[in-house]
């Protein structure tokens, strides 16, 4: 299966795939919108930051341009913000953690917040492609399918990857399941690509 690829070969085929223009065309895709996932396993997380990063530089040498969007990295700006990063990181320790992401769903609300962030990146910054990361930093805050469900309208002119710390498998039977560290699998999204399987 392509999810065992090496890193190395993993590397090779998201260039391929990414600086495609069937790939920036959106070829292939019938009237899907243009979200692809990118699994990978979770112990491969520090060195998955570094090769999306090489990733970023190398596809850009062939014109492709790539807004790349940390899911962790919006959270902390939203609550920046808001005023209120300082006042969540000092209550932490002694709050359980069921208020602690009640508190957080709240202040990052996908469609409320995280969306239109995102949104004004999209209109603000030139780009052929969209990278979305950091999906394990901001479990169970923020949830993979709720933001890939709410960025259907926002993010449909250029093709998204998501670079997802688990596996996602799609079949007709069951449709799709994003089971994020390979462990939790209970979100359901059916509507993007494996990129792993993207041939062009």
Do not use: W
Request: charge should be negative.
């Amino acid at each position: 299966m392509s999810e065992q690829l090496t890193r190395k070969e993993r590397a090779e085929h998201l260039y391929r795939v990414i600086t495609s223009e069937r790939f920036l065309t959106k070829q292939g895709l019938g009237n899907e919108v243009p979200f692809f996932i990118c699994p990978f396993p979770a112990s491969e997380g520090l060195s998955m930051t570094e090769d999306r990063a090489d990733l970023i530089e190398r596809i850009g040498h062939s014109g492709v341009k790539v807004l790349d969007l940390s899911l962790y990295e919006l959270s902390l700006g939203i609550l920046e913000e808001r005023g209120i990063l300082e006042d969540v990181l000092s209550a932490e320790p002694g709050m359980e953690k069921s208020e602690l992401r009640e508190l957080l769903q709240g202040v990052l609300d996908v469609h409320e917040h995280l969306i239109p962030k995102i949104a004004a990146a999209i209109d603000s910054q030139p780009h052929d492609v969209i990278f979305l990361s950091g999906v394990g930093e901001v479990y169970p805050y923020i949830r993979s399918h709720n933001v890939l469900n709410n960025l259907q309208s926002t993010a449909k002119d250029r093709p998204t990857v998501l670079f997802f710390p688990g596996s996602y498998t799609h079949s007709t039977a069951t449709g799709g399941s994003l089971d994020l560290f390979s462990l939790l699998h209970d979100d359901k999204y059916y509507r993007a690509f494996n990129i792993l399987n993207y041939e062009v």
